[in-house]
Nanobody
Framework: QVQLVESGGGLVQAGGSLRLSCAASGTIFSINTMGWYRQAPGKQRELVGSIIDGWKTNYADSVKGRFAISRDNDKNTIYLQMNSLKPEDTAAYYC?????????WGQGTQVTVSS
């Protein structure tokens, strides 16, 4: 009923930037509450940042000041702008949407930061 597709990942050198996109399709009521997560090999999935009620944002301490979430309601898309990337940011990045009390996840997009 709901599909999320991430894109924009790739290989970048430390200090560089990337912008990830998450496009939602299907039966979408709103994209007011969505979040970005990441998971590195052998590690637990962690919250990177989220947008709640359409405007309130929250970020993990490790990315605060470097990453920013934005959204485009007309395109049912949220973005994750990543600046000053570090090798520690290397992970698969996932988009999540909450709708009617259920969570929906995308398949992820890989971000690799070289030193």
């Amino acid at each position: 009923q709901v599909q999320l597709v991430e894109s924009g990942g790739g290989l970048v050198q430390a200090g560089g930037s990337l912008r990830l996109s998450c496009a939602a399709s299907g039966t979408i009521f709103s994209i007011n509450t969505m979040g970005w997560y990441r998971q590195a090999p052998g590690k637990q999935r962690e919250l990177v940042g989220s947008i709640i009620d359409g405007w309130k944002t929250n970020y993990a301490d490790s990315v605060k000041g470097r990453f920013a979430i934005s959204r485009d309601n007309d395109k049912n898309t949220i973005y994750l702008q990543m600046n000053s990337l570090k090798p520690e940011d290397t992970a698969a990045y996932y988009c999540r949407m909450r709708q009617e009390g259920k969570d929906y996840w995308g398949q992820g997009t890989q971000v690799t930061v070289s030193s």
